[in-house]
């Protein structure tokens, strides 16, 4: 991986992380714990771009789809929340299901 050159401004996680880590995650836990890193900073869009990239690697994670949920409530993008909440709940997560009832429930 290349970084980006000294003085610009990082333009995506990706760019973020090589400039000032010089390093990205390998693997789909490590996108996790960086997108829950992100979320915590509140920087929801780093945090969603993160989870993305952990429910890539491993699309059974769905403690990556629940926090992915939230991120995207977060900046009002209602129907991936639902979406990421959906795929949390087909892998038995029971947490998830309180909130898709809530996101959902106005849909009728």
């Not at 693997?27 to 509140?42: C, D, E, P, Q």
């Amino acid at each position: 991986m290349s970084t980006p050159p000294s003085g610009t401004r990082p333009t995506s996680t990706e760019d973020w992380l090589l400039l000032r880590i010089g390093t990205l995650p390998r693997t789909s836990l490590g996108w996790f714990r960086t997108g829950i890193a992100f979320y915590n900073k509140k920087d929801f869009p780093k945090s969603i771009e993160c989870l993305e990239k952990a429910t890539e690697l491993d699309p059974m994670n769905y403690n990556a789809w629940q926090v992915l949920a939230r991120a995207c409530i977060a900046v009002n993008r209602r129907e991936e929340a639902v979406e990421a909440l959906k795929r949390s709940v087909a892998l038995d997560n029971p947490s998830d299901w309180q909130l898709l009832v809530e996101l959902t429930a106005n849909k009728e």
